[in-house]
Every structure is written in structure tokens, then in C-alpha cells.
């Protein structure tokens, strides 16, 4: 093994020795302490290299149930979750769009439209996110929408995950993929399921959001964000491959050569269509997503556009399942166990005194990066939304303000770290990506869109809530 | 698709909608009745051969949700057990045993030993598994350390998971390693989870059973089991190689030529004994069994005897966690809505007037069969044996004749189903077996123990609770 991973570790176990041992603050547990540390030494495992993300979390699992920190059943509580359950059959469902040649069909499609640039490709996946959010309060389902189409276009532009080939395509569409899902869930109020309970939660401060004036609210800095964005990944992690100026026609060939939908593309085209529509409608007609996304690919099962051989190979499915499961589950503890909103309040009464536009400031900074401790976004807006924008209130900056500008970066923080949004695990564990790259990359583009928001999004908001 | 499963399906299809829309009995809720019908539909599937066991699953999750029938939470509830992610995580740890080569090497020593007949590599198993079993509280722990060595042994000889060469010796040791489960728990008070559970309700009754009393009881019918169920499963279902004279000698030199441990190797004994130690001392410990799979596998992780490739790979761990985690959701309702329940009072009810042993054997038959409805031993003793107590001490059936034979059946009836005990799920996950002749010979082999019971154990506990 290399001296940088053997120092890493070494760092790793210094760390959560560290925390562990260390006094533990006032108004917190010992037992919150404590998984605050295992749960803050995995996540440095993985950014300092000492370990990948599934044997962080392996280990993580066993180190708080038998340091007796968490009993079994919370610590495994994550394993049964539907949005964690929707991702894996999702993964599934992925699998038959992609085998059967539609998403392939799919993807050239985009491509005879999109196609003379990679970065073309990278702005129809934003295009279509967007124009499809506002029916899907779920933006794990609507990953479960774009994946596919990502990971077709990266396949018919020659880049698989692999090392000698991941970077030409699929590396800058798959971040394109969880990058997009950061801008359309905050552009309307129906694209995430935090956003109408976050709505819900600032009426309690005389703030009446509803579909129209979040929109506007949103509008400006979202719509920038989805003209700038594409753009800025491609100058900070460009794909190798860029012009393809002969894609289109290529691909209309392909096409013609295709010929028409075979039988398994046809089951596969309309139950994936009829998915699409029950996800869409899934709020009004009060179905479980994950219910949809089992009986989707029952039938993709019984019909055998998937086998069991299939099915045999998608072990890299388990393995993202029981990571995020596991620390999903450490994540969720950590905040009912008061850890968060104790860390908010401290961080709150730190600020008294400082002019608003500063508190705005500093109080934003530190909810966007609070975001490394929750794998979550519900999870965080539930557990701090309201925190902070009681504080920030009561130190003079205007709840309407300070609601959306929350809310907003409760959407746009989601790719900060690979497990802070059940959307981005798809693209996360497409195989295209690094944990470095993911980290580095979410670290970036949430630098970029606080800073737009910060800076456009702001006086616009000071304008529309006047 | 040819007839026959197209015919399956029409019957599947068929029971359902009749159940479905039976009236429902007076004592149960239409969701009950609904569940019961999803729930029964799911199992004639895989038996008819509709479909297979993890298509019928998929089919059944999305079926009792979007019908209305169980709560999204209920029916997913099944993936945060910890004794199914016992099951998940002892696969990929089997994994590990296998791959370094220590399983082929304990393989080879067994085969020193044993080796001169498929037969004696049967009994190996059951003899190890029966030593070891009053350690282990936990069968599917157990059962974590035999399915390595026989899968080992069936790879020494030459015998994969495939069609070609399944039967030539690994289908037979592996519905051995199942079948052993059956017995070895029976054995000893302290080798399933339930026994003891089992003893203290039994002390309701005025029973006293304790580690000896259990013994002395379970003796004579459990080892008859042992001595004749493996030459029993040899008769029935016969490997292809039968007698193998040189296998002992070849091993030795096999042995030979491997050498001494390499590192790997050594990590993986060293990890695995500490396992090993730790499952059989979790009860005194208080230890959860699965934490300790956890971190076993994340050594594993950690040095490289198992890579994230290697993970890659487990896709039938995937599709195995998927259907067990719902059938057991569903059976676990089934139970909680009160069918359980309620069927076995309407069979006791129905005994009135029998003479005290033919109201015994009905209990009995009754109480076996019933186990087609469960997916796990302990649910079943929790949920019944009570029940089925009462009902017989009240019709005159002496309490603990009853007692010991409905405690021994919890055991010996688990291989009635694949899904039938969660210790059960590794042999049968395997791909040696498939899912045809796991119900057949489940079947059988719970008649051939029913009737050992019955004929030598009845009488014999008739003497020693004199």
C-alpha cells in the first residue's frame, strides 16, 4: 500500500480519536459525541483517500453499533427507506433503457439536435431537466429520468467508465446530470419535495409562497444559473472529447440504421413512459414512487428485457445501496440526536451584532456548508430551516429574503458532497466519476452558484419581496 | 414463452383475483384478506414456476402498495432487518473466504478426512455444523461459517454454479448445509434464537426447560436425524459423483502444493476465527451479530482481499437481500394484522372431540404447514406456538409432549421453503439449487423429520416427561 493512503488512515484514526476523546461541549450526549465522531472520520476517510465511500461506511456501521453509540435497528433504519430503495430499483429500471437500445435510441435522438458539442449535450440534459421539474417532486425520480439519457450519450460518444475512457464524455455528462438536478429542483416550487414543506414552514414567519411567486422569486438567479452552469463545468473539467461536428449527422445514420423500435425497446418505451407519467402525477394521485419503480421493473422482469444474468451483475447497485443506506442512517441519527440544531444555534448566537446583510451572509455560508454532515436535503431543511431563519429574523434580516434564499440553497448545496441528495447517487455511482472529482467538483459549482445567488440573486429578491 | 409458464401465469393471475375478491371471513380486515391474497399469489408463482422467486417479490412489493394494501414504511420494512443484513453481509464475506484461497484449503482437510464419498462430505457438514451449533445463537450466523466450506468443497470437486456441472456434487452439499441448519438447531436449547424464547412461554404451562432437559429430549429423535437425513438426501436427490477413493490422497497433495498460508490468507483466517468467536459470544457479549459481519468485511475491504471488482460482482447478493427483505415485510404483516392467528384458532377450533393424539398430530400437520406462510422460524413460534399450546392442553394433549414436538418443528420445518428460515438463504441463493427442487425436497425432507419425530420422538418424550 502507498505512504499517502497509509497517512491518510493513520490521519483518519488520529481524527476520531480526537473527537472521541475530546470533552464533549455542553448540551450535547456522550452518545452524540461519539457519532459525530465515527460519522465526521468516515467523510474524512473518503476526501483524504484513506478509504473508498463503501468501506468507509462498512466500517462506519459497525463501529457505532458496537461502541454501543447506536442501537442496531437506528443505525440500519436507512436500509428501509423508499428514496434510498427508489435509487436502487432505479439503478434496475436504468439497466433495461439502456439494454434493450433505447436509451442508445434516445440519446442519438438528443444528439441530432444537441449534438456538434459535448457541451451541447451537457445543456440538453439541463434543458430537459428543467422543462420536465416542475411535474416531478421527486428529483431522485427525475434522476432516474436523465440517467439513462446521460449514460447513453456518453456510450454513443465511445467514453465508458472506464480509466481510459471516462473522461472523454460521460466524467463532465454524469456531472452535468447531478449539477442540473441542483438547478431545476429550485426553479420551481413542485421539483423537491423540501420546497413545499419549506413554504409551509415560512408561513409561520407571515411568508405566503406559492407556485407563482417562488417562481419569480427563483427566476432570475435559476435561469442564470442554467445558462452558466453548463458552461462553467465544462471550462473547470472539460471532456477530452469537445467538437463533434459530425455528430448529428452520425447519428441521424445510426438512426436509419436502428431501424424501427424492436419489440423489447416497445415494452420497455411504454412502461417507462407510463413510470414517467405516475411518477409526475405521484403527489396528486398519492402513489409511492418506489412502488412504481418495483412494478416497472417487474415487468421489465417478466417480460425478460431483464434476466436474472443481468440482474447477477449490478453487484456496484448493492454496494452504493449499503453505503448511503448506512450513512444516511448515521446522518439521520446525528440530527435527531439534536446534534444540528445545536451546531445552528451555536453558529447563530455567535452572529449577534453584526449588521444584517453580514449575518445574512455568514448565516448562509454556514447552512450551505452544514451540508456536508447531512446526506439529505429534506433532512436539512427540516432540521435547520427553521432555526436559522428564526435567528437570522431576530437579528434584522428580512424573513422574505432569508426564506428563499435558504430554500434556494437548500436545492443548490445538493451536490456539495456525492451523498447529499438521493438524486445524485445515479450519477455519482455511474463508475465516471471519483470521489475526488465529486468532491472537488460539488465543492466548486456550490462555491459558484452561492455566489451567483449571493450576488444576482439578492437584490432581485430584495426587488420581488419589497 | 412457452405454455407451460404462460399457463402458470394465467393460474397465478387467477388465484389472486379469486382470493382477492372472495368474501372476506368474518374476523378479518379486507386488507388482511388483500395482503393474504398478494402474499399467497407470490409463493404459487415461484412453486408453479410463473416466475422466479425475485420477479414474484418485485411484483409483490409494487402490488400490496399501490393497492393500498400495506404502508409504504410496512412493506419495506423487511430491508432494515438486521438478520437479512446478517445475510447480505456473510455472502460478501463468504466471498472472501472463498477467493483467497483459505476455503479451498479448509476444503481440502475436510476431504483428508472425509473425502472418500460425496456422502462423507455430507456428513462432515452436519457433524461440524452440530458441534458448533449450541455456540451460536444464531442459525443464519451458523450457517455463515458452513457455506464457505461447502461451496469450498464443491469447487475442489470440480463443481460450479452452472447447469453443466451443479449436480455433480454441489446442489447435494448444499441442500446438505441447509438441511443440517434443520437438525443441528434443533439439537441444542441455545442453537436458534428462538428455542429459548420458546422455553420461557412453554413456563406459562408449568414446563421447566432448561439446557439439559432440552437436550435430553431433543436426543434421540435430533441425532437419528443426523445419522440417517444425510444417506435420506443421498437417496433422493443423488450427486453425480458419488464415490471419489483417491479425493483424500489427491487432497494431501493438493494441500502440498498450496503451501503454507499465504498473507491473504492469513488475514482472512485471523478475521474470520475472530468472526467467529465473536457471533458464538454475541449473546453473552450482547454483540449484534450483523455489526460484527460489518466489520469483518470492512478488514477485508481495507487489505485488499476483497476489492470494490470483487463487490462488482455480487449482483445475485442484490436480487437475494431484494426478495427476502419482502417476503419477509409481508409474511411479518400477515402475522401483525392477526391472519396468523386466526387460521391456527380455526384449526384448533376445529379439533373438539378428537382423541388426545389425533388432536396432537392435526396440531402438529397444522402447525408445519403452516410454515409455508412464514418467512421466519421465530415469527411463526411467536406468533402461534401459544396459541397451538393452549388449544392442545386444553383438548388433553399432555403440555409437554406439545411443548418439545412444536419447538422441534420450529427447527426441523425450515427447509420447508427456500425462504422458510433466513439461515436457509445463502445455500439457496448459491446456485447450485434451484428454486423447483428447493420446494420439493424441502418438502420432503420436513415430511421424512415429521415422521422421525413423530414415531421415535413421540414416544420418547412421552418417557422423559413422564
Redesign the interface.
Known amino acids: ?1 502507498d505512504l499517502r493512503r497509509l497517512g491518510a ?1 493513520a490521519a483518519t484514526l488520529a481524527l476520531v480519536a480526537g473527537i472521541w476523546f475530546w470533552p464533549v461541549p455542553a448540551g450535547l450526549t456522550v452518545q452524540t459525541w461519539h457519532l459525530f465522531a465515527i460519522f465526521v472520520g468516515s467523510i474524512f476517510a473518503v476526501v483524504a483517500g484513506a ?2 465511500i ?2 468507509a461506511s ?2 462506519a ?3 457505532v ?2 461502541s454501543g453509540t447506536l442501537s ?2 437506528k ?8 428514496t434510498i ?1 427508489l435509487i ?1 430499483i432505479a439503478f434496475l429500471v436504468a439497466r433495461a433503457v439502456v439494454k434493450c437500445g433505447l436509451g442508445e435510441r434516445l440519446g442519438y435522438l438528443v444528439v441530432t439536435v444537441f449534438g456538434r458539442s459535448t457541451l451541447g449535450l451537457g445543456y440538453s440534459l439541463f434543458l430537459v431537466d428543467a422543462v420536465i421539474a416542475p411535474a416531478f417532486p421527486s428529483n431522485t425520480a427525475r434522476g432516474g429520468v436523465l440517467y439513462p439519457i446521460a449514460f447513453s450519450l456518453a456510450k454513443a460518444g465511445g467514453s465508458n467508465p472506464d480509466e481510459a475512457t471516462r473522461k472523454r464524455m460521460g466524467a463532465f455528462l454524469m456531472f452535468c446530470g447531478m449539477a442540473s438536478l441542483t438547478v431545476s429542483s429550485g426553479l420551481w416550487l413542485t421539483a423537491m419535495a423540501a420546497n413545499p414543506v419549506g413554504a409551509e414552514i415560512a408561513r409561520n414567519f407571515g411568508l405566503k409562497i406559492d407556485f407563482v411567486s417562488w417562481l419569480v422569486a427563483s427566476s432570475v438567479p435559476s435561469l442564470l444559473a442554467l445558462a452558466t452552469l453548463p458552461v462553467f463545468i465544462y471550462k473547470i473539467f472539460p471532456p477530452e472529447v469537445t467538437k463533434t461536428p459530425d455528430a448529428p449527422s452520425e447519428a441521424r445514420a445510426a438512426l436509419r440504421k436502428m431501424g424501427s423500435l424492436s419489440t423489447e425497446e416497445k415494452i420497455v418505451a411504454v412502461t417507462f413512459l407510463a413510470m414517467v407519467i405516475l411518477w409526475a402525477m405521484s403527489g396528486t394521485l398519492k ?2 414512487s ?3 419503480a ?2 416497472g ?2 415487468v421489465f ?2 417480460t ?1 428485457v431483464l434476466t ?1 444474468k443481468d ?9 452504493t ?2 453505503w448511503f443506506a448506512v450513512l444516511f442512517s448515521l446522518s439521520a441519527q446525528l440530527n435527531e440526536l439534536g446534534f444540528m440544531g445545536y451546531l445552528g444555534e451555536r453558529l447563530a448566537g455567535a452572529l449577534g451584532g453584526l449588521p444584517w446583510l453580514g449575518a445574512f451572509a455568514v448565516l448562509l455560508v454556514a447552512y450551505i456548508l452544514m451540508h456536508y454532515l447531512f446526506v439529505s436535503q429534506t433532512a436539512q431543511m427540516l432540521a435547520l430551516f427553521g432555526v436559522f431563519l428564526d435567528v437570522g429574523v431576530k437579528l434584522g434580516v428580512p424573513a422574505g429574503i432569508l426564506a428563499f434564499s435558504l430554500l434556494f440553497a437548500t436545492n443548490y448545496f445538493s451536490a456539495i458532497t456525492p451523498q447529499g441528495s438521493s438524486a445524485n447517487i445515479m450519477f455519482a455511482g455511474s463508475g465516471y466519476l471519483t470521489q475526488g472529482e465529486l468532491y472537488r467538483l460539488g465543492a466548486i459549482i456550490t462555491a459558484f452558484l452561492f455566489i451567483l445567488h449571493l450576488v444576482i440573486g439578492t437584490p432581485w429578491l430584495m426587488w420581488v419581496t419589497r
Open positions: 500500500m488512515r478509504l473508498p463503501f468501506t462498512v466500517f456501521a459497525g463501529a453499533i458496537l442496531p435497528a443505525a440500519y433504519a436507512g436500509f428501509a427507506n423508499g430503495l436502487v402513489l409511492d418506489t412502488a412504481i418495483f412494478t421493473l417487474g422482469l417478466a425478460n436474472m440482474i447477477a451483475q449490478e453487484g456496484e447497485v448493492l454496494a445501496f449499503i
